[in-house]
């Protein structure tokens, strides 16, 4: 969304280029995905599985 406010001539391009990379880098620092939400975790656990997990 931020860069198409250069597409259609809302917003200047140089600030909105900087506003993009300092969410992209506010995105990587926190790990959130594209839509500013948490990124699941990497764990093999199913939530509700009473059986141990098998390695």
Avoid: N
Wanted: with cysteine; aromatic share 10%.
């Amino acid at each position: 969304m931020i860069l198409s406010v250069i597409r259609f001539g809302i917003a200047a391009a140089e600030p909105s280029y900087m506003i993009e990379k300092s969410w992209a880098a506010y995105r990587k620092q926190k790990e959130l995905d594209v839509y500013g939400k948490g990124l699941p975790t990497k764990s093999t656990h199913v939530a509700g599985c009473v059986h141990p997990q098998v390695r």
